[in-house]
Structures are given as C-alpha cells and as structure tokens.
C-alpha cells in the first residue's frame, strides 16, 4: 500500500515530441505528489508537485495531470529537448503527522530527447 | 545561498566495517531526511531529523542510525557493513518538513563496500 508505482522504465522521445511517464499508488492517505528529475552524479532536483485538490499543474514545459480516483498522476515534457535527457522519479507521501520528510519513491523513467 | 553539502562524496569500506556520512542543510533548513539509492530498489527514505529529533524512520535495520545536531547538521551510521549496503546516500533539507516545504537533495555518497 505504500508503493508507488511508475512506467515506462524507459522512454526514448524525439527532440519536439511530448514526452508521457505515468505513476499510480494505493495509498488514499497520499497528499502530496511531486516530480523530481536527476542527472547522473547529481541529487535529484524538484521539478513540479500538485496535491490532490487540482486536476492539473503546469508550469513551463512540464504539466502534472492527477487522477484521484484513478489513484494516479502523470508528468508530460511538452516540447522535449535533449537536455531534457535524465531520469525522472515521481513521488508521494502524506502530510499527516505534519512532516513530508518521508517520500515514497517510484522506480524511475530513464528519458533519451534525440535530437 | 548554498546548496546541500554532503561529506565525503565517495566511501570505499569493506565487510563489517562502520562508516559515518555527513550532510549540511540549507541555512535556515531544520529538516533533514536521508535516502538510499540502490539500482534494484531505486529511493527508499531512512529517516528525517527534525530540530534533533528522529521524527520519521524507513524500514531499514538498526545498523541504520542518525543524529542531527543543534545546528540542523545530520550524520548517517551504519555499522557492520554488508555489502549490500552498497548505495548513493542522499541527504535532502527543507525549512519545515511541512506541507509546501521543498526538499533540496545534495549530491549524495557514494558508498562501496568489498
């Protein structure tokens, strides 16, 4: 119940395409959904976050769709360029207790934007 | 303003060992939670010090522990290596923990055990 779920695995995407990685959970306790994109050598590094009272954030580029009673949530890369290249992890946890120390990971997305 | 800082940034240690990783928030950060990145398991949350407190813990054995000290800096333990605990260890600060608080990961430790 605590897992997050995400696919694909990989994702290879043309330079101007739209790239689509989906993440589903179980827990009904989960509030807080956010994105996080790492390099290789590098932290993983927030890219956008929604809680569960919005459909949609968008911010530049990147534009979280969440489902709630789907239980899932998606990160679209319009435009994709290759510096886009990098693994893309979504995430959640629950704010009860009042701390978002503790995220639940997905497995990852490696993204390749050919140019 | 300074990112996250963690110290040293590669570990070489062998079997049965104990080894101590350093993390440096955000000035102004209070919470520090810590990570395990493995390629099997990918992210897995050790636990979150708050104002010193452990105020969170994974699911990870006791020879995972960590303090945090009165100026929100933090170190992981883990004592009697295994190789499996072959890993980046990130560190991650934010001002709260609270809702809307951003996490801000530092570069990690990469630990390698023989």
């Known amino acids: ?115 | 303003k300074a990112g996250v800082t963690q110290t040293p940034r590669y570990l070489i240690k062998t079997r049965g060992q104990q080894v101590t990783l350093s993390c440096s928030p955000i000035s102004g950060h209070r919470s520090v939670s810590w990570y395990q990145q493995t390629p099997g398991q990918g992210l897995q949350f050790l636990f979150e010090y708050f104002s010193e407190t452990q105020r969170n813990k994974g699911n990870f054995p006791g020879r995972f522990s960590g303090r945090q000290f009165s100026n929100s800096r933090s170190e992981m333990n883990v004592s009697t290596l295994e190789l499996g605990d072959s890993a980046l260890y990130l560190c991650a600060s934010s001002i709260t923990g609270g809702i809307g608080n951003e996490q801000f990961f530092g570069p990690g430790t990469r630990l390698t055990v023989l």
């Open chain 1, 1 to 115: 119940q605590q897992q997050v779920k995400q696919s694909p695995q990989s994702l290879i995407v043309q330079k101007g395409g739209i790239s689509i990685i989906n993440c589903a959970y179980e827990n009904t306790a989960f509030d807080y959904f956010p994105w996080y994109q790492q390099f290789p050598g590098k932290g993983p590094a927030l890219l956008i976050a929604i809680r569960p009272d919005v459909s949609e954030k968008k911010e530049g580029r990147f534009t979280i769709s969440f489902n709630k009673s789907a239980k899932q949530f998606s990160l679209h890369i319009m435009d994709s360029q290759p510096g886009d290249s990098a693994t893309y992890f979504c995430a959640a946890s629950s704010f009860y207790g009042g701390s978002q120390g503790n995220l639940i990971f997905g497995k990852g997305t490696k993204l390749s934007v050919k140019p």
